[in-house]
């Protein structure tokens, strides 16, 4: 009999999401994980620059120089 408890886990995880990234290589796992990390670290920056000049919102040419994840 399934334990309820992970059966309610279960339900709002997205397994395919799972298998995709358990074909990647440990290395390229750590990789996307960086490219993320460098992505959060970069609008962290701008959000901090802008409430520095008092802004609320970006302007449309500022650059956040934010890279995709390499595969």
Avoid: H
Wanted: charged share 25%; glycine share 6%; net charge positive.
């Amino acid at each position: 009999m399934p334990d309820p408890v992970i059966e309610a886990y279960k339900a709002g995880v997205d397994r395919t999401l799972l298998r995709e990234n358990l074909k990647l290589t440990p290395q390229q796992r750590f990789d996307k994980f960086s490219g993320v990390m460098r992505n959060l670290m970069s609008l962290r920056a701008a959000g901090q620059r802008a409430r520095q000049q008092g802004r609320t919102e970006l302007p449309a040419d500022e650059s956040l120089s934010i890279s995709s994840p390499s595969q």
